[in-house]
């Protein structure tokens, strides 16, 4: 998630889903993204994209959450009550900053927003 808010405008970390652009991302995803539309409505947090209990198994896979430079992210999930453990999921989106819609590659250009 720290690297795609260097691409652009990160949902719902820089504007929730309950904004009207929030609103309309999320019916695009819901519409064009299988994961996404296959996420039972009782369990998708239309506002901060959480996907409540989404895998079964419980936590998807083991990796560090204390990365650096994601603290406001791990705050902003515990405000949203993300539970990791009871096999949570958020759903994150990104509009691009121009310089990278265009762009050939993305990755060969700088990631820094201007």
Not at 77 to 105: E, K, S, T
Request: proline residues 6%.
């Amino acid at each position: 998630m720290r690297t795609y808010r260097k691409f652009g405008h990160a949902f719902p970390f820089a504007e929730n889903y309950s904004t009207p652009d929030g609103q309309a991302v999320m019916s695009f995803l819901r519409a064009q993204v299988r994961e996404v539309r296959e996420v039972p409505s009782t369990s998708l947090d239309l506002t901060c994209g959480i996907a409540r209990g989404i895998y079964r198994q419980g936590r998807l896979g083991d990796y560090p959450v204390d990365i650096e430079n994601t603290s406001d992210i791990e705050q902003q999930l515990i405000v949203w009550g993300f539970d990791r453990d009871r096999g949570d999921a958020v759903i994150v989106a990104v509009r691009l900053y121009a310089q990278f819609v265009n762009a050939p590659n993305p990755l060969m250009r700088s990631i820094e927003p201007g």
